[in-house]
């Protein structure tokens, strides 16, 4: 595609649901990242894959989050058990390569509501 | 460890008028920088990088931002504010592998008619 899509764009459930988030990052971009971003906040790095690596999940806040890259193109991102304070955007981003400071390409987010 | 800071949470200009947008690095090593602008209900879009080339890099839409190591920033600019300027905009340093990324909070700029 021509940029980093996501789905969907605005996601409103109920505290203890659980949510998947979806990410397609720009074809052939083997870095794909997690951001989150807070009302006020600047982003907040979760995880980031990188090809074939075990990806770094030093930035996932708690278990009850995780995420999945498929074949090293779509991800997902997976919230279980939601708590109020999970609601932000929540922002993917690939990059063509690893390493190089390359730039990265951002999605347009999914503005995730808890009730 | 590295950060950047934004030294101001909002800037407001009038249209036509120069644009400062402030920000701060630590980085124990030369850094990659960025800055990037996020319209509402958009993501995010480079505006420019610094990657050790030329200190003065020059960006989309007329912003242009200068490395100083001696004060450890990495300020941008621009001579003239237009409407579709305002936004929030943010600067990110990298790690030293390039691969982790460090925002800053965020300026968002109001451009007053």
């Known amino acids: 595609g021509a940029g980093v899509s996501q789905s969907p764009s605005n996601k409103v459930t109920e505290k203890g649901k659980d949510v998947e988030l979806r990410c397609d990052p720009i074809?052939?971009?083997?870095?794909l990242y997690w951001y989150r971003q807070s009302l006020g906040q600047g982003l907040e790095f979760l995880i980031y894959f990188q090809g074939n690596s075990a990806p770094d999940k030093s930035g996932l806040p708690s278990d009850r989050f995780s995420a999945e890259r498929t074949g090293g193109s779509v991800s997902t991102l997976t919230i279980q058990r939601t708590q109020q304070e999970d609601s932000a955007v929540y922002l993917c981003?690939?990059?063509?390569?690893?390493?190089?400071?390359?730039?990265?390409?951002f999605g347009p987010g999914t503005r995730l509501t808890v009730l | 460890a590295q950060s950047v800071t934004q030294l101001d949470s909002h800037v407001s200009v009038s249209e036509g008028t120069p644009v400062l947008l402030r920000c701060n690095y630590s980085?124990?090593?030369?850094?990659?920088l960025f800055w990037y602008v996020q319209h509402p209900n958009k993501g995010l879009q480079l505006l420019l990088k610094y990657t050790s080339a030329a200190t003065l890099v020059k960006g989309i839409n007329g912003f242009e931002a200068e490395f100083k190591k001696s004060e450890t920033s990495f300020h941008l600019t621009k001579p003239s504010a237009h409407m579709s300027d305002a936004a929030e905009y943010f600067c990110?340093?990298?790690?030293?592998?390039?691969?982790?990324?460090?925002f800053g909070t965020g300026t968002s700029l109001t451009v007053i008619p």
């Open positions: 074809s052939g971009h083997t870095a």
């Open positions: 990110v340093v990298s790690d030293i592998t390039g691969n982790q990324f460090y």
């Open positions: 981003a690939s990059k063509e390569r690893g390493g190089l400071a390359d730039t990265q390409y």
């Open positions: 980085s124990s090593y030369s850094p990659s």
